[in-house]
């Protein structure tokens, strides 16, 4: 499935690599997208690294779709696809944001993940930089994430200049069975990021797959 959006709904960026298409997600282009994303999603299951309920590799079911749609039609969560040359997605972020009283102005990063053949080429950092752009405009002044302990996604975070605060034993499942670490992470978007922190695009290469729910 190949879909566009007009130049003045598109926002361009050109990474270490293809031209960029980097689009806030409506719930209707959301829809017509699943196929595209769920087939991103199961790509990225063998590196997962956040809270994640399902088996390792199986599908989401539609209900969690469902549920995630209704939240971007309500404003709570922010989806941002990143689209190649050809119009094919090629990396996914989404940002759900608090619903608790005083807590308006926080988001957790839920997912993260980029096709595997398109790594290594700044996706990644170019996609969660749309997303805390989209997401400081909605009000948000602070993002939280994990990432699993000792993986490319925690260096990634790092890297980005997102502050790790602490490691949680048996935070997540690793593999079949098996419960590992997460490293938490957050990141004032009312501030600029620490000099050094933030590498060039060509220095942000690592692998990104970052899945939650």
């Not at 050109?14 to 298409?21: E, N, R, S």
């Not at 969560?77 to 689209?83: E, P």
Request: a positive charge; proline letters at 7%.
């Amino acid at each position: 499935m190949s879909i566009r959006k007009s130049k003045k709904e598109r926002i361009k960026m050109k990474p270490a690599g293809p031209v960029l298409d980097l689009s806030p997600l409506t719930a209707s282009w959301i829809r017509s997208l699943l196929p595209e994303i769920t087939k991103l999603k199961m790509l990225a299951a063998g590196e997962r690294s956040t809270s994640v309920s399902l088996p390792m590799g199986s599908p989401t079911p539609l209900r969690v779709w469902n549920r995630l749609i209704l939240e971007v039609e309500l404003d709570q969560r922010l989806v941002v696809g990143a689209f190649d040359d050809n119009g094919s997605l090629v990396g996914v972020v989404t940002i759900r944001f608090s619903e608790c009283p005083g807590a308006s102005h926080r988001g957790e990063i839920h997912d993260l993940f980029v096709r595997p053949e398109a790594r290594n080429r700044g996706i990644g950092r170019a996609l969660l930089q749309c997303a805390e752009s989209e997401s400081q405009k909605r009000g948000c002044l602070l993002l939280i994430a994990d990432a699993r302990t000792g993986s490319a996604c925690e260096k990634f975070f790092k890297r980005q200049g997102h502050v790790p605060v602490g490691t949680i034993p048996i935070f997540e499942p690793y593999t079949e069975g098996e419960l590992g670490a997460s490293t938490l992470f957050h990141r004032r978007l009312d501030q600029p990021v620490t000099e050094g922190l933030r590498c060039s695009m060509a220095e942000s290469n690592s692998p990104v797959s970052e899945t939650r729910r």
